[in-house]
């Protein structure tokens, strides 16, 4: 008989007080010994198993992803070749496209079923009786090649040392432990390696991951980038006020700014006007009177359409220094799920917050949530000064199974409020692709769930990774009810933008629940529309009700807005709303309806004396209230008509060269004869000093847009 390794040997003790623990708990479930990967049989699952219903989903829900991505690669084989009884389970129609389909998803489980490639995707993974798994107790195709030696039954390779205590576990084999999904009581928590485990939790120790090929499992919904339409020209006779919550949200460029790197054109939704010029920073003037920010306006006339004007709404948010910043009580939530498993995700979702955490000092502490099937605490809270306890716990890290996200924001969350403090940044930093697919999966519950936790006064920063699978409006919709902001991590750089250059900015929320309000003058102004937005829109009632959530700025944060103008006078016959059939029954024939209509009907259009008031052209109210406060303050900010230059500042120009940009990536019906000449000459002119270099790299990109189009 071959005798089994050292590690093997060294950990038994351990391995067996951890599966008596297990069985105690009733945690651990029976797990078959590893075989080729197939859908499993409807009979496989118990009726009343809601958790196996939505695995089995799931797993039919992959091997068609596969399909279509093998169709989309031109990959698909010979049916001949083709076992079609693999995919019985699969419930598609039988059209071409489909058959096609479940052909390709079928030849990619026999191919995985050879024995090579069953050794390639093996991550042999333990359960609590050292018995050998795949990732979340099944296979994931071209996961890192094992390289424990292979054993019917191997050792935990965890053998006794504590994170979060001292130093980092010793490792005798390159695997982790991981519990069971069955379902438990949760009456209790249950502790190995130092970490916290909860319930249903798949959390455990892990080697350094091997960066490799992206071939991990994938949502078959693949990217989805929330729908919206163009804000349009509105009469300001019809609606003189406009109002929305502000956005500091940078997201949008960093995926533009992806997609152009690889040669391709955005989705027309994937770009958001207000975060492409948001993503960059203005010389405004911060305050001085002691308020959160300040409010500065500039109006010119349009570069797209000069017989219009431009007007940009600037804020600057206080800025603190790095020394003053308050102490930070974070928890890092990290998406260690199967669709985490490429070098643009979990690995940089590691490195990104190591660089994070060597800014961190005594002031500060880190807990560090993670999950995948479930939840589970890996890293209680520790001080910012145990700096290799923190990078250790990221280190190990490594991706396999399902995606319970909503599981992992309960488990934060709660984390975050138990070591609450008033004077400090109580913030959850959730890393992740957005994709939900156990447990709360529908926005409306994800919503309600983050509103409810943001109650707690803990602030949320959501950072997105990767891509194939990029559920962009769940992650908007988490940052928008969770008061927090949303940036895309597509490389290193990023990251240390975000996390180091602007970490004030990022963790210091200095006003939250900021709402502008524009009220436009007739006599200076005709039409108006707003320049991106759409999705942050609120009803006129919504400014001076402190009920409706809004938007937050940290400090430091420079938030612009641009609106397009039509001068009073001047027709704009997209604002002009359609005609109106004649009234059938308050006509001339009837006296006391007719009468009765005509003492309803609007006053003729009222005549301007040339007073102060009507010199101006517009009135930017802002509402906010500070962060512990539930009460909004109010600050009103007039803008004259002799305000018009006709040489704007730089930071003018380059923002309108942005947002001109974004008009072209989305094809806007407003942009006239804008083209990526314009766009290029605006934003060249206008660079500044650039110290960091974004302004010379948007112009680069908007060159790659240009022979993107062209072609």
């Not at 359960?127 to 107790?137: C, P, Q, S, T």
């Not at 975000?498 to 963790?507: A, I, N």
């Not at 909004?632 to 923002?655: G, H, I, M, Q, Y």
Request: proline share 8%; charged share 25%; with cysteine.
């Amino acid at each position: 008989m071959k005798a089994e390794p050292a590690a093997t040997t060294a950990a038994a003790p351990a391995m067996a007080q951890m599966a008596q623990m297990a069985a105690q708990e009733q945690m651990i479930a029976d797990q078959q010994a590893p075989t080729p990967p197939e859908l499993p049989k409807p009979e496989m699952l118990a009726e009343n198993n809601e958790g196996a219903r939505q695995e089995k989903m799931h797993e039919e829900a992959e091997l068609i992803s596969y399909a279509k991505a093998s169709l989309r690669d031109k990959k698909v084989v010979e049916p001949s070749s083709l076992d079609l009884d693999a995919l019985a389970a699969v419930r598609v129609d039988g059209n071409e496209r489909q058959l096609k389909e479940r052909e390709a998803a079928a030849s990619m489980a026999k191919r995985a079923s050879q024995p090579q490639a069953a050794a390639d995707s093996a991550t042999h993974d333990y359960d609590m009786n050292g018995n050998a798994l795949f990732n979340n107790g099944r296979m994931l195709m071209g996961a890192p090649t094992p390289t424990a030696p292979a054993a019917a039954k191997p050792a935990p390779p965890h053998t006794g040392g504590r994170m979060g205590s001292g130093g980092a576990p010793t490792q005798t084999a390159p695997a982790r432990i991981i519990a069971s999904n069955r379902e438990v009581d949760d009456s209790h928590i249950y502790r190995f390696g130092g970490g916290v485990t909860f319930p249903n939790s798949s959390v455990g120790f892990a080697p350094p991951y091997e960066p490799g090929p992206d071939h991990g499992i994938t949502s078959p919904s693949l990217d989805d980038f929330p729908e919206r339409r163009d804000n349009p020209f509105r009469r300001v006779a019809d609606q003189p006020l406009s109002t929305f919550s502000i956005d500091v949200d940078t997201a949008s460029y960093a995926v533009v700014r992806k997609f152009l790197r690889e040669g391709r054109l955005p989705p027309t939704d994937a770009v958001r006007i207000e975060e492409l010029i948001n993503y960059f920073s203005y010389d405004y003037q911060p305050p001085t009177d002691g308020r959160p920010f300040a409010a500065a306006m500039e109006l010119a006339r349009c570069p797209w359409n000069p017989a219009n004007q431009l007007v940009r709404i600037g804020i600057k948010g206080r800025e603190i220094a790095r020394a003053q910043r308050p102490p930070a009580n974070l928890v890092f939530l990290i998406d260690v799920s199967g669709s985490m498993n490429a070098p643009n995700k979990l690995p940089l979702v590691v490195r990104s917050l190591q660089t994070l955490a060597r800014e961190l000092d005594g002031r500060d502490q880190v807990a560090i949530v993670v999950y995948a099937g479930a939840a589970g605490l890996v890293l209680p809270s520790t001080n910012g000064l145990e700096r290799e306890q923190i990078l250790n716990a990221l280190g190990r890290l490594q991706a396999g199974g399902s995606t319970a996200g909503s599981q992992g924001i309960q488990l934060a969350y709660e984390i975050a409020r138990r070591q609450f403090r008033a004077e400090a940044v109580n913030r959850v930093i959730l890393c992740t692709d957005g994709d939900f697919n156990v447990g709360i999966t529908r926005r409306e519950q994800l919503e309600q769930l983050i509103a409810e936790q943001a109650k707690s006064g803990v602030f949320l920063t959501v950072l997105g990774f990767g891509m194939g699978n990029y559920k962009d409006s769940t992650l908007e919709l988490l940052s928008n009810k969770g008061n927090g902001n949303y940036a895309y991590i597509d490389d290193f750089s990023e990251a240390r933008k975000v996390l180091v250059e602007q970490m004030s900015g990022t963790l210091v929320t200095i006003a939250k629940d900021v709402k502008i309000q524009v009220e436009f003058n007739p006599a200076q102004v005709s039409a108006y529309r707003l320049l991106g937005y759409e999705n942050r829109m609120l009803r006129k009632e919504d400014f001076n009700n402190d009920r409706i959530d809004a938007g937050d700025i940290g400090a430091g944060h420079t938030v612009t807005a641009f609106y397009e103008l039509v001068p009073a006078g001047a027709r704009y016959p997209e604002a002009e709303p359609p005609p109106v059939d004649p009234l059938k029954y308050q006509a001339e024939s009837n006296p006391e309806l007719a009468a009765s209509a005509r003492r309803r009907a609007a006053p003729p259009a009222p005549v301007y004396p040339p007073t102060a008031a009507t010199a101006e052209v517009l009135t930017l109210k802002l509402r906010y209230k500070q962060p512990e406060g539930e009460v909004s303050s109010k600050l009103e900010f007039p803008l004259a008509a002799t305000s018009l230059v006709e040489n704007p500042s730089a930071d003018f120009r380059f923002a309108a060269a942005v947002a001109g940009f974004g008009m072209l990536l989305r094809q806007a019906p407003e942009r006239g004869n804008l083209n990526f000449a314009q766009v290029l000459d605006l934003a060249g002119g206008a660079l500044g000093e650039d110290n960091s270099g974004y302004r010379s790299e948007f112009v680069k990109l908007a060159r790659d847009a240009r022979s993107l189009v062209q072609q």
